[in-house]
């Protein structure tokens, strides 16, 4: 009798496990994703439908198409165009082969509707469109879409394909040629030719290819807004073309189209619409699902709020938006190395998206590095920016080589290092001429001739405090593949940020900034700058401003604090600089800008700086910033990120510091600042768990009172990723005041530390 109960125990507790275990896996962490939040308020995020790295973005394009990632909050739809770039600012791109469904006469223009019921979802996007009586859904795979839409009872329900159409900006695309040759009653395929963009390229064409699930009653085409009727195709005479299906929709309502697209040609596109067999939009959408939630589960988060899930999952989520896999999709030549594209811009996302990426998924990461090799194998640079196969543009220092840097620091396996060194060797030695904006290094006649970017070239503060860090990730490559030789030349580079350290300029009782200065060596006239001085391209800084960026020293902090007149006063640097209200001109920032004191959260030159007091060993002060920024300027709403998402990087900084700690990119470094939810555990790629444990965590216990590293005592502000790499337990006990945790550690590396 007892062996009998004991058996029956036993099966029973198998059997809750079995249900526990498979409840937990097929838990969908797809619900906690919002594809709208930041769409609104300047981060012009994406909320249409992709998969990770997916070719295709499809969405809505609304107004005038000259919103960045083609969605606005105000006025009528256009369109669901199929490409896109997520949180790009002002960098408008893409946009590409429009459908929109209309009822009543054909318009190749001014077909455009007010909307109503709009809704995003992983994998999903809907809307009606109250001009035309008729409701959206839209689902993608990674180079196809599939449309649906109901209409009311007509004889004249209609879908528009414009292939005139894209997004435009101050930043313009301009057309350059579209062709659309319609092949049966319901099948259609053709081309649209774009060149410029912020990126300035070259012309880039999209081909597609569309399908419909049952014939048309009556098709036509048009060019340059004319109408012609019957007429199957439309040859490329550098017009605008277009084509239209109208369906009798007083029996079956739904109309449904496959779109598939391709840089390749029409047979390519052809093709890849053979990822979606059936007309199943739903199963599309599962499959979606599917696909983001192999990444999502990786991080599985316990405690904190339904808000705060909600911001981290959709940061994640947006972290892997992009770089695009073009795979099989290279109209320029022909390797079997990765090729990825829509780095947009690596500026942005080198300092915390790839190292998210590397986090999780160290594989994609050599993906994505090893395809910015294999550019330059071909395009002779490797890209800081690229979208439509073609290179640009430079923000500021040649941050691709951060990338290289990071991934070798990490045991990022699968990467030709040794090219990878010669790819920026000729960005630290090769003047890019006259497409400096495009790619390489401006003004590096200066640089190497004098030691800084001198006024006669722009950005130049940026690019001098820039290319000393991307020298640093030379020496640091260098150093891994035994080169000694250019390790110590350009170890000695890296301090070139000291060239345009100004001892004579003070402000707010602060002295030394960096400061413009001529190429004979005289520093810039103070009735001609200060150190509030903002601006974008032409600017001695670029986005940012001396008293912000002046703090940029990441690789040498150690010499900074001293430039600065060490830890006391470099401490209290750094307090005023998140306390006192920014005193210069508001417009001279960027168009949208949101300040924690002087610090532009809303920007990327500020994302390192809440975590430099690590290196003064008082994380307390991290900790306190941190999360004054994670509660006040990041929520649920289309405005809940404070600036442009710029590639994930504002997801990415807010998802880093959710768990509790931050990269310092090209390094090996994270600095620990305070971890939000009570438990965290990270599956990595190599099966190993990644705990992180923050007991009483909560919005007043932020600070942390003690640590356990794998069981240890750990009393340092900042760890390796080599500590984690294999996986690792974090035991952070919390409070709502600050501690002497962290604060007699060992300090972080800094490159004068040797």
């Not at 795979?141 to 414009?162: G, R, W």
């Not at 950005?459 to 990730?473: G, I, P």
């Not at 984690?724 to 337990?729: K, L, M, P, S, Y």
Request: glycine share 8%.
């Amino acid at each position: 009798m007892r062996r009998g109960i004991l058996t029956l125990i036993v099966l029973i507790y198998l059997a809750l496990f079995s249900f526990i275990a498979a409840q937990e896996k097929e838990f969908d962490f797809t619900k906690y994703v919002d594809p709208f939040i930041g769409a609104d308020g300047g981060g012009y995020t994406f909320p249409g439908a992709t998969l990770p790295s997916g070719m295709v973005k499809v969405g809505p394009d609304c107004n005038k198409l000259t919103e960045n990632a083609g969605w606005d909050a105000r006025g009528n739809i256009v369109g669901f165009s199929h490409t896109h770039i997520n949180g790009s600012g002002g960098g408008c791109k893409y946009g590409n082969i429009l459908l929109m469904p209309t009822v009543g006469g054909i318009k190749s223009q001014d077909y455009s509707s007010p909307r109503a019921n709009e809704y995003a979802e992983v994998g999903l996007y809907s809307v009606d469109l109250i001009r035309y009586n008729t409701s959206v859904r839209i689902s993608a795979t990674h180079s196809a879409a599939i449309h649906e839409y109901t209409f009311p009872a007509t004889d004249s329900a209609n879908v528009l394909i414009d292939l005139g159409s894209f997004l435009s900006s101050y930043e313009k695309q301009e057309f350059v040629g579209s062709e659309v040759r319609i092949l049966s009653s319901t099948e259609v395929e053709g081309y649209s030719r774009i060149r410029g963009g912020w990126n300035m390229s070259r012309a880039y064409t999209v081909y597609f290819y569309a399908k419909f699930e049952y014939p048309a009653t009556s098709y036509g085409t048009w060019k340059s807004g004319k109408l012609f009727p019957n007429e199957k195709s439309q040859f490329d005479s550098n017009e605008k073309t277009g084509a239209y299906f109208t369906f009798n929709t007083k029996q079956n309502k739904t109309v449904r189209a496959k779109v598939a697209i391709s840089y390749m040609g029409v047979n390519k596109a052809h093709y890849n619409a053979e990822e979606i067999p059936s007309w199943n939009l739903d199963m599309v959408k599962t499959n979606a699902v599917t696909a983001w939630n192999k990444i999502l589960s990786q991080v599985k988060v316990e405690g904190g709020s339904e808000e705060s899930k909600k911001i981290f999952y959709s940061s994640v989520y947006r972290i892997f938006l992009q770089p695009t896999n073009y795979k099989g999709e290279n109209p320029l030549w022909q390797s079997n190395e990765p090729y990825y594209g829509d780095y947009h811009a690596i500026w942005d996302t080198y300092r915390a998206t790839h190292p998210f990426i590397t986090l999780l998924r160290p594989s994609l990461e050599s993906d994505m590095v090893e395809s910015i090799v294999d550019i330059y194998r071909y395009d002779h640079y490797m890209p800081d920016a690229r979208t439509s196969n073609d290179n640009g543009r430079t923000q500021g220092g040649s941050n691709c080589d951060m990338l290289v840097a990071d991934a070798m620091v990490k045991g990022v396996k699968g990467i030709d290092y040794k090219t990878a060194l010669k790819a920026m060797l000729k960005n630290a030695e090769v003047p890019p001429g006259d497409d400096e904006r495009k790619q390489g290094r401006g003004g590096l006649w200066d640089y190497n001739r004098i030691g800084y970017v001198s006024t006669d070239f722009e950005r130049c503060c940026t690019r001098t405090l820039e290319y000393s860090a991307n020298d640093y990730a030379i020496a640091t490559v260098a150093k891994g593949l035994g080169e000694s030789a250019i390790f110590e030349k350009y170890r000695k580079k890296a301090s070139s940020w000291e060239n345009q350290w100004n001892t004579n300029i003070e402000n707010l009782g602060f002295k030394g900034f960096i400061w413009p200065r001529k190429s004979d060596e005289a520093w810039m006239d103070t009735s001609k700058f200060n150190v509030f001085a903002s601006g974008s391209f032409e600017a001695p800084f670029y986005e940012t401003f001396s008293w912000e960026y002046s703090f940029y020293v990441p690789h040498d902090m150690k010499q900074l604090i001293k430039k600065m007149g060490g830890k006391e006063t470099f401490t209290k640097r750094l307090d005023t600089y998140f306390t006192k209200s920014f005193p210069g001109k508001r417009d001279d920032l960027l168009f949208y800008t949101r300040m924690i004191g002087m610090c532009q959260i809303s920007n990327e030159p500020s994302f390192l700086t809440p975590s430099l007091y690590c290196y003064v060993n008082e994380p307390y002060k991290t900790a306190k910033i941190v999360r004054q920024i994670l509660a006040t300027q990041y929520n649920t709403t289309r405005s809940g990120v404070p600036g442009n998402d710029d590639s994930g990087s504002m997801g990415a900084w807010y998802a880093f510091h959710a768990l509790g700690f931050y990269p310092n990119a090209g390094q090996d470094i994270y600095l620990i600042s305070s971890p939000i939810f009570h438990k965290v555990t990270i599956t990595l790629e190599n099966g190993k768990k990644l705990v992180i444990e923050a007991k009483n965590a909560g919005v007043k216990n932020i600070y942390i009172q003690s640590c356990m590293l794998n069981g240890k005592p750990f009393n340092n502000c900042w760890f390796r990723h080599k500590d984690i790499a294999d996986g690792a337990t974090f035991e952070f006990v919390m409070g709502d005041k600050p501690s002497s945790w962290g604060t007699n550690g060992e300090l972080p590396p800094s490159m004068s530390d040797n």
